[in-house]
């Protein structure tokens, strides 16, 4: 296991993996204000009583 680290050809991988982490977790929204707002609008019909 020690050789894994410190093979130069494995050393793209640790890298990449945090970006992509990164990258999917700044695109997290959350849902709950654009949820609210899509389920009170004209063409569902339900008040913020009902949807909460």
Known sequence: MDGYRT???????YPTVILCLFGFFSMMRPSEPFLIAYLSGPNKNL???QVS
């Open 7 to 13: 093979s130069p050809r494995n050393s793209w991988i």
């Open 47 to 49: 008040t913020t009583t």
